[in-house]
């Protein structure tokens, strides 16, 4: 187990420094000068140059370099090029919105997901499967921005019943705040949920026919009982799997989701920053975002050991030994 | 041009959407809706939804028309202020003295003005900020509005003496400019997430990505607003712009983003539009440096390719004055010069044969930058260019890479832009150095006539005669006039109907119930 975490850390690590020069060269070869976006076709050259200098433009990009992994590996990061202030100060209150709401559609997304595919799976060929599959269908379908829009269209505009975008912070108390974040939940969850909702079918098909379920059945379990107690826990592991790659989706939604509801959160704030060329900040996200990707897909590995005793004595046996 | 003023939006939703968010929103409101009308705020208090949000909170440190649109007249106060129809009152000078030869102004500064920090404004505050604009190390964006001032000093603690190194009709105006507002030195550093002005309003807070909130300030100088607090709310998307005017979100979008969604929400008693004018000539800029550019026949010949009426029907959905030469056409010494360049295929055809161009074997890159006037109107250029054999090649760029490439790489044959900056009819004396390239003695003769001219009449006719060899000389496309869209509820009065300069000043606004 130790050897794992250990090839899995580095591998992380590998792929985080893999992913800073990336992003740092192709910031580089990027056409856009952050100093002439923020003064301006007004602004005279000495001017530019003085703001330049001040930004630290005009050093070599390998010292830039350096200096930015240098300060990413020692917790100093450089302040954005366009808000000036440091990049977590600007992180943190985008987090404390993009990172609940995609927690939440997560949630919502595997609490409809589950239940609807097992059900579907139990029933298979009957009214329940097909409707649980037509739908699914549909949301497979439905862009998240389209169906965004189309909530706020009922919700919002018409009902009144919730705001239709912006987020009055968490200062303003959970009630506001959840209220802001209820719609951009549903319109991000329902997409993933419908993807959730096949995979758990197919998954809990495929258990239905094994050995060990007539086993079961032979012992004196009912159907259900079968499918709660053995059943369900060998399907997940391609319901998790297809969870971990389901997050990378779930964060490139958040940019687009975030855009229709004008939320204040990571996803517009990369998008922001890369028209601004605010290279400090691209840099230090995409970074982030890599980083977040490498440890949900850790994570989605050491759950297998979790759901399967197999992968775990396997593992941990013979490795460590 | 400001890439600020009417810069990127994540328009990825694209207006086709606008359209179906307008007409469902009126039909699930019609059919659901609460009658009672819904508002943002309470009746002393505005949300007002902007397209953009200021990347800092310092008007002299940056040229992003969105900073103004925040804190002009609202938290930061000039020596002077532009008033809504363009003229220029005093500001926290209350008069000023100009010397016989021009060169020297005494600015008498009022005695009762404070700081939102408590500390009262004197000259040397006056000093501090025209000493920091034209420094060496000075970032301020407009920096050439302050390039004719040689000193300035406090010759007490209420009055400022500014000499200048030449005549400069135009400085009581360049110092109400957003550039030119006076900050304090002790908050002159944090301006930029924490304003500190002498304005009615004063800074609550920024939550970025989302909002900022200003509050009256009690201790201000001049009548108190009739407003106690206001909300600036960023919604980039158009959709979404939409979405929060009919969800009551937002009460006003001074510069509404999508004038596709105008004529529903004017047939909706709920809302004012308002149709006003802006300081933004947009302009197909033309690469004097290029051939066959450099040829007067063939700049003519692109001119009169140009179909102003349908550009603006189809771009702007009607809205927008035709431009014949680079001049706001509100301006009182503006001259209506379109006849020069009058839509006429057949003499642009004529035209190019004189210049030896047979048809079809000229294309030309034309880069649109993002804004929906650029790339809906650069469609529409490309397709009248064609009629008259001229193949243009789209290229829609984004703002970073138009300043760099187009604006100065200069790596460009045509470009769209609008040019917001009030009066600034001189960027064609910059000769090679600007991205057209335009280089005529005459009117570089004119542009310094009008430097040292301070008489009224004078002035309006070398405008006038600068705005005559523009036009002759063809040196671009002279496209429209950029509108001011504005959307509010009914129920609001006093928001600016025009924009002199990129501000709104809530200083007059109020509701009437």
Redesign the interface.
């Given at each position: 187990m130790a050897w794992f975490l250990a090839r899995r850390a580095m591998a992380l690590a590998i792929t985080l420094l893999a992913a800073s020069l990336v992003v740092f060269c192709v910031l580089e070869v990027l056409p856009g000068d952050p100093a002439l976006l923020i003064l301006g076709t007004g602004a005279r050259e000495d001017t530019l140059a003085a703001l330049r200098a001040s930004m630290g433009l005009d050093r070599p990009a390998w010292e830039r370099y350096l200096d930015w992994v240098g300060g990413l590996m020692t917790g100093h990061l450089a302040n954005s090029l366009t808000y000036d202030v440091p990049v977590l100060a600007l992180l943190a209150p985008r987090l404390a919105v993009s990172g609940p709401l995609a927690l939440m559609a997560l949630t919502l997304a595997v609490a409809l997901a589950v239940p609807l595919g097992v059900l579907a799976a139990a029933r298979r060929g009957r009214a329940t499967d097909t409707a649980v599959m037509g739908l699914s269908q549909l949301g497979v379908a439905v862009p998240n921005f389209w169906l965004g829009l189309l909530l706020v269209l009922v919700f919002a505009v018409g009902l009144r019943w919730l705001p239709a975008g912006g987020f009055p912070g968490w200062e303003a108390g959970a009630g506001p705040a959840l209220a802001a974040l209820a719609l951009p939940t549903v319109a991000l969850a329902l997409p993933q949920a419908a993807i959730l909702a096949r995979v758990t079918r197919s998954a809990v098909l495929e258990v239905l026919g094994e050995d060990y379920m007539r086993t079961a059945r032979a012992k004196g379990l009912s159907h259900a009982e079968a499918l709660w107690r053995h059943g369900l826990r060998n399907a997940l592991i391609p319901v998790v799997t297809i969870m971990g790659l389901q997050f990378s989706f779930l964060l490139a939604g958040t940019i687009i989701i975030e855009t229709v509801f004008t939320l204040p959160g990571v996803g517009r704030l990369i998008v922001q920053a890369i028209g601004q060329r605010d290279l400090v900040v691209v840099r230090d996200l995409v970074v982030l975002l890599a980083a977040t990707v490498g440890v949900v897909n850790f994570l989605v590995d050491l759950s297998y050991a979790v759901l399967d005793p197999r992968l775990r004595q396997g593992g941990a046996g013979g490795r460590d030994a | 041009?400001?890439?600020?003023a009417s810069r990127?939006t994540?328009r990825?939703?694209g207006s086709a959407?606008v359209a179906?968010?307008v007409a469902?929103?009126c039909t699930?409101?019609a059919?659901?809706?609460?009658p009672r009308p819904?508002r943002a705020a309470p009746p002393d208090s505005i949300v007002l939804g902007m397209v953009l949000?200021p990347?800092?909170l310092d008007p002299t440190a940056?040229?992003?028309g969105a900073i103004d649109e925040v804190v002009y007249a609202n938290v930061f106060e000039g020596l002077t202020r532009i008033a809504h129809d363009g003229t220029v009152l005093p500001g926290l000078a209350q008069r000023w003295d100009v010397s016989d030869d021009g060169l020297v102004y005494t600015f008498h500064l009022r005695r009762d003005v404070l700081f939102h920090d408590g500390t009262a404004f004197t000259a040397d505050d006056a000093v501090f900020s025209l000493q920091r604009a034209i420094d060496?190390?000075?970032?301020?964006?407009?920096?050439?509005l302050f390039a004719a001032i040689d000193s300035a000093v406090a010759l007490d603690g209420y009055t400022l003496i500014v000499a200048l190194s030449h005549p400069q009709a135009l400085l009581p105006f360049n110092l109400g400019w957003g550039d030119a507002v006076m900050v304090a030195p002790e908050s002159a550093d944090t301006n930029?997430?924490a304003p500190v002005g002498t304005g009615p309003f004063r800074f609550v807070r920024w939550?970025?990505?989302?909002?900022v909130e200003l509050d009256a300030f009690p201790d201000y100088w001049g009548e108190a607003p009739a407003l106690k607090a206001a909300t600036v709310?960023?919604?980039?998307?158009p959709?979404?712009a939409v979405?929060?005017l009919?969800?009551?979100?937002v009460d006003a979008f001074p510069n509404m983003p999508a004038p596709e969604s105008l004529p529903a929400l004017e047939a909706d008693p709920r809302f004012t539009v308002s149709v006003g004018t802006t300081e933004g000539e947009t302009i197909l800029a033309m690469n004097h440096r290029r051939p066959p550019l450099d040829d007067i026949r063939v700049r003519r010949a692109i001119a009169h390719a140009i179909d102003r009426r349908a550009l603006i029907d189809g771009a702007m959905f009607g809205y927008g004055t035709p431009i014949g030469s680079h001049f706001a056409p509100h301006h009182p010494a503006a001259v209506d010069l379109t006849s020069l360049s009058a839509h006429d295929p057949e003499r642009a055809k004529a035209l190019l044969a004189e210049a030896g161009i047979a048809p079809g074997s000229l294309t030309l890159t034309l880069h649109l930058p993002p804004p929906s006037y650029a790339r809906r109107g650069g469609e529409i250029i490309a397709a009248q260019l064609a009629e008259v054999g001229i193949t243009a090649k789209v290229i829609p760029v984004?703002?970073?890479?138009w300043?760099?490439?187009v604006?100065?790489g200069h790596d460009y044959d045509l470009s769209i832009v609008s040019h917001t900056?009030p009066l600034d009819i001189d960027i064609y004396e910059r000769g090679d150095d600007y991205y057209f390239g335009y280089e005529n003695p005459d009117f570089e003769a004119v542009m310094a006539d009008l430097r040292v001219t301070t008489d009224t009449a004078a002035r309006a006719a070398l405008y006038g005669r600068a705005q005559r060899l523009l036009a002759e000389d063809a040196v671009n496309g002279f496209l429209f006039q950029l509108p001011k869209t504005g959307v509010w509820d009914a129920r609001l009065r006093g928001l600016w109907t025009n924009s002199p300069i990129q501000a709104n000043d809530l200083t007059g606004v109020s509701w009437t119930e």
């Open positions: - | 041009m400001s890439p600020t990127p994540a990825n939703l959407l179906l968010v469902a929103a699930v409101t059919t659901l809706a609460d819904a949000e990347p800092h940056g040229a992003a060496t190390d000075s970032v301020n964006a407009q920096k050439g930029r997430t939550v970025q990505g989302d909002r709310r960023f919604i980039p998307d959709a979404a979405a929060g009919m969800a009551g979100d984004e703002w970073a890479q300043l760099d490439q604006f100065r900056e």
